[in-house]
């Protein structure tokens, strides 16, 4: 299986701030990634495809960027409605995994 | 607009077969390249990914509960199943299916149901 490793594990982060998650591939998965956000007590929904594809309808405050084995995600403008749980997903292989996730935080 | 349901029993005993249902609407599994997983999510835990019927029944399980998940489809009423064998415990989570097109994320997720294990 591919391990996907999120970092950090927790955020603390103000309203207005660049916030950037970062999601590590055991080995290489190309671009073969999306990002989700949860909110507590939802299912999550998908912000970003194909490692940088910005899912219909999401904010262009969202962003990602990457291929290999390092990706990252980027929230330029943190909003109030942002404060949530965010995961990874690789589909370059079966099974899909998913990182462990990065809460973040009001500061 | 693609919808997706979990149904199924809230409180399953250990040792006993789960059984969940995913009725959906919006897509048809008898049309290429559509996909349907069940994701799972403990209390306060991660996500983990389960299993993936495709439209031409293809099927992949999670290595680690292969031997215990089985995944169908009843095309004709817009449903797949998932059963999971001798639960325990551990299996306690919000089950999730989700629209895959092409087997890849989930575009679309349902609202989740939350199955516990407990004698």
């Known amino acids: 299986d591919i391990q996907m490793t999120q970092s950090p594990s927790t955020l603390s982060a103000s309203v207005g701030d660049r916030v950037t998650i970062t999601c590590r591939a055991s080995?290489?998965?190309?671009?073969?990634l999306a990002w989700y956000q949860q909110k507590p007590g939802r299912a999550p929904k998908v912000l970003i495809f194909?490692?940088?594809s910005l899912e219909s309808g999401v904010p262009p405050r969202f962003s990602g960027s990457g291929s290999g084995t390092e990706f990252t995600l980027t929230i330029s403008s943190l909003q109030p409605d942002d404060f949530a749980t965010y995961y990874c997903?690789?589909?370059?292989?079966?099974?899909?995994?998913f990182g462990q996730g990065t809460k973040v935080e009001i500061k | 607009q693609i919808t997706l349901k979990e149904s199924g029993p809230t409180l399953v005993r250990p040792t006993q077969t789960l059984t969940l249902t995913c009725t959906f609407s919006g897509f048809s599994l008898s049309t290429s390249e559509e996909g349907v997983v069940w994701i799972r999510q403990p209390p306060g835990k991660a996500l983990e990914w389960l299993a993936l019927?495709?439209?031409?029944?293809?099927?992949r399980y999670s290595p680690s509960l292969s031997s215990r998940l089985t995944i169908t489809k009843d095309t004709s009423k817009n449903q797949v199943v998932l059963t999971m064998t001798n639960v325990g415990p551990v299996d306690t989570a919000t089950y999730y299916c989700?629209?895959?097109?092409?087997?890849?994320?989930?575009?679309?997720w349902g609202q989740g149901i939350l199955v516990t294990v407990s004698s």
């Open positions: 080995q290489s998965i190309t671009s073969w």
């Open positions: 997903q690789q589909y370059n292989s079966y099974p899909r995994t």
């Open positions: 019927l495709y439209w031409n029944d293809d099927k």
């Open positions: 989700g629209y895959s097109r092409l087997a890849r994320f989930l575009n679309y």
């Open positions: 194909d490692g940088s």
